[in-house]
Every structure is written in structure tokens, then in C-alpha cells.
């Protein structure tokens, strides 16, 4: 039986999407460079009055970040965040705005907003996906979606999650968020996998190119239906770049009890550290 995900925020041609893009390195990068796209067909089609967006990361640019990355050589010292949104800013006519520092647990606080519609994480580690979960299953935090983008060498993923929050009650329709289905992502007794290399030969070794531009893709394309028709059959997706198959995460309770369930038992039979 087919299932269908009913968007949670009202269609207003008066109110605009508001979006926090989580980290600005190579698919973050891809992500915000890909939304002025979605800012112009939302207007179009008159349901939203585009897109708000704020992008949050304290990297910078270094040499290596110019072969995979959206930067030239001239950006080498500058912030990520910044560069990307001026760039955005000058060239569609937007007022988006770059905050150069990481997300905290405390940020919604600290920026006095509680109620973002999307928030949009490029992360790569698991300590970085513990701490936005954290701060969007406080009690008073109002964000509608989690839309949650990683990956590894070859393979990557991206899943829509409704957090339970003040805005998200409990219930069996609920989209399961990244960290509910599959737990270790953000678990940081589990480790981190390798941190980038300052070699760019060995950071392609390490990473094909065009994973983060497909899963960015993806995912968009992922948001444009939900924000056009207003409904979902698939909150997720994982791609393989060595068969080339991209494999849909379908809207499916059940499914969601097997996978957590699945997931359990794998736990279970891991070594303790």
C-alpha cells in the first residue's frame, strides 16, 4: 500500500520557507548553492514566498577545499559561509544571511529562533549529529524538519525527519528522523570515521567527485515535491556511486519499526569498548 507524507507547514504565498543550512563543506556547499533555485520555482508557483536562508559554519577555506568545493584560490582564508552566501547574494538578488561559527546546542537560543522550518545538516561527524539532535528535541524547539545529508568514499545518504519537538507531536505518521532510524550516525562512543586530508590527491582517494553534488541533488528535488504538491511518497534516499543505483527510504511505518528494530540487534551483539 502506498503511503504519503502530508506536508506539515501551510502553504502561504505571503510567508516565505525559512531554512538553516548546518555546515557549508562539500555538500553543504552543494546544498545552498542549489537553493536559489528552489527560492525562484517557489515563487513561480505561488505557494511560498520563496526561500529565507541562513547557512552556519566556522571553517575556512583552505587548498585543498578548492578542488571539491565551490572556492578559488583567492578564498584560501576566508570564511566558507560567508564566501558562499556574498556569492549567492550578488548574483540572484537575495538577502540570505552567513553565520561563521559551528552550531551549538544552545544556537536556537542564542539567535532567539526556536521555529525553523528546515533544518538542513551537512555534517561529517558523528558529534556534530548528536548536537543537532539534541537541540531539536528540546521541549520548546519548534522546527518541522530535519533534512540530514552525509556520506562516505563512494556512498552516501539523505533523510527527512520530523524531530519530536513542540512542533512535531508523537505519533505513528511522524517522519523517524535520521538519528531515530538508524541511532550510530550520531553516536560518538562509536568514533569518528577519518578526518579530511590536507593533501588533495589523498582527499580524492578518499572521495569520489559528484557524491555530494548527487545526494545534494537528490535531496532537493526531494524538497521541491514536497514544498510543490505538498506531499511525499519517500522521505530519504541512499546512493551507491559504484552501481549506480540510488535506492529510495519510503515513507513507511513499518519499515521504520524494522530498521530501529534491525539496528537494535546489530547494537547488541557489537563489543563493548
Same mark, same amino acid.
Given at each position: 500500500m502506498r503511503i504519503e507524507h502530508?506536508?506539515?507547514?501551510?502553504?502561504?504565498?505571503?510567508? !516565505? /520557507?525559512?531554512?538553516?543550512?548546518v555546515g557549508a563543506g562539500g555538500t553543504g556547499s552543494a546544498i545552498v548553492m542549489g537553493l536559489p533555485y528552489l527560492d525562484q520555482a517557489l515563487r513561480v508557483w505561488g505557494r511560498f514566498a520563496g526561500l529565507d536562508v541562513l547557512l552556519m559554519d566556522a571553517d575556512t577555506v583552505s587548498e585543498t577545499?578548492? @578542488?571539491? %568545493?565551490?572556492?578559488s584560490i583567492s578564498d584560501i582564508g576566508l570564511s566558507k559561509a560567508t564566501v558562499l552566501i556574498n556569492r549567492i547574494n550578488l548574483f540572484w538578488g537575495t538577502n540570505w544571511k552567513a553565520e561563521p561559527r559551528n552550531f551549538?546546542?544552545?544556537?536556537?537560543?542564542? @539567535? %532567539? *529562533?526556536? !521555529? /525553523? *522550518?528546515?533544518?538542513?545538516?551537512?555534517?561529517d561527524s558523528r558529534a556534530a549529529r548528536s548536537v543537532i539532535a539534541r537541540s531539536l528535541a528540546k521541549s520548546n524547539n519548534r522546527t518541522a524538519y530535519w533534512l540530514d545529508l552525509g556520506n562516505n568514499s563512494a556512498s552516501g545518504q539523505f533523510v527527512l525527519g520530523q524531530p519530536w519537538n513542540a512542533r512535531n507531536r508523537r505519533s505513528a505518521e511522524r517522519l523517524r528522523t535520521v538519528n531515530e532510524l538508524y541511532p550510530e550516525i550520531s553516536d560518538v562512543k562509536a568514533g569518528? *570515521? %577519518?578526518l579530511p586530508s590536507c593533501s588533495a590527491v589523498e582527499a580524492l582517494e578518499r572521495q569520489e567527485p559528484f557524491i555530494n553534488q548527487t545526494l545534494a541533488a537528490s535531496a532537493l528535488t526531494m524538497l521541491a515535491r514536497l514544498l510543490r504538491y505538498g506531499k511525499i511518497e519517500h522521505h530519504g534516499g541512499f546512493f551507491n556511486a559504484a552501481t549506480g543505483k540510488m535506492t529510495a527510504l519510503p515513507v513507511d511505518p513499518g519499515l521504520w519499526r524494522k530498521t530501529r528494530l534491525r539496528n537494535r540487534k546489530m547494537q547488541a551483539k557489537l563489543p563493548t569498548r
Open positions: 502530508a506536508l506539515s507547514i501551510r502553504a502561504d504565498a505571503r510567508r !516565505s /520557507i525559512r531554512i538553516l543550512v577545499n578548492c @578542488i571539491r %568545493q565551490p572556492f551549538e546546542e544552545r544556537t536556537f537560543e542564542r @539567535i %532567539q *529562533d526556536t !521555529s /525553523i *522550518d528546515f533544518l538542513i545538516g551537512c555534517v569518528e *570515521d %577519518q
